[in-house]
């Protein structure tokens, strides 16, 4: 089974919103990063977070980290249908693996 | 634009077929990892590969194979093909660290008949 599971799986929500989505692991982690993906396209990369990190921002986008629960969230804030788009969390070991979750699909409608 | 290619971007094979996909890093970029993605998941770890000797493995049978060349670059070898090898299949590449951000490329869609 999948290290990183994503919850919810969908998400639709209005322009200007706030998207929040979760990701649960199971092992200790070096790392945990989030990826967004675009229609089958390539991966792109948001935010790394390190695993004696509690919370990073970047713009628009803030990310949580709790060691102690395996947890981690991602907030979008003001979401823009430009947003509309898969998220991934994916957790990084000792060995430089990653290893992804199945992804949260968010829909922003205009 | 995360500077790693990949080629081709689209490929149709039929069972039993051999493929060799192949990736380019971004300079300075001494490490490549190869994941498979079929529709509605998550990208599944393949292989890595750092300053050209394979560093970790996945869950994939050894028809699963991989290259990395002196200048980083890289391929990805399946052979005899099954249905189930149908999938996005993207590259990473980074600096030697395993605490270093992955830059993928934009995957190559494999689909076989």
């Known amino acids: 089974s999948q290290q990183g599971e994503e919850d919810p799986q969908a998400l639709s929500i209005q322009e200007g919103e706030n998207a929040t989505m979760n990701c649960s692991y199971k092992?200790?982690?070096?790392?945990l990063q989030w990826y967004r993906q675009n229609s089958g396209r390539g991966l792109v990369h948001l935010i790394l977070?390190?695993?004696?990190?509690r919370e990073k921002h970047s713009g628009r986008l803030r990310v949580t980290l709790d060691t102690s629960k395996k947890s981690s969230s991602l907030l979008i804030t003001a979401s823009r249908a430009a947003d509309t788009a898969s998220y991934f969390c994916?957790?990084?070991?000792?060995?430089?693996?990653?290893?992804f979750g199945d992804g949260t699909t968010l829909t922003v409608k205009p | 634009e995360t500077g790693v290619t990949q080629s081709p971007t689209h490929l149709i094979k039929t069972r039993g077929q051999q493929v060799t996909l192949r990736c380019s890093s971004q300079?300075?970029?001494?490490?490549v990892s190869w994941y498979q993605q079929a529709l509605g998941q998550g990208p599944q770890f393949i292989f890595q590969y750092y300053r050209e000797e394979e560093n970790g493995r996945g869950n994939f049978p050894p028809r699963f194979s991989g290259l990395q060349f002196p200048n980083y670059s890289s391929e990805l070898n399946v052979n005899a093909l099954e249905l189930d090898d149908s999938a996005l299949y993207l590259c990473?590449?980074?600096?030697?660290?395993?605490?270093?951000?992955?830059?993928f490329g934009p995957g190559t869609r494999l689909t076989v008949l």
């Open positions: 994916a957790t990084d070991d000792n060995a430089g693996k990653s290893t």
């Open positions: 092992t200790s982690i070096n790392n």
């Open positions: 300079s300075g970029h001494n490490t």
């Open positions: 990473a590449t980074q600096r030697g660290s395993s605490t270093d951000t992955q830059y």
């Open positions: 977070i390190r695993s004696n990190e």
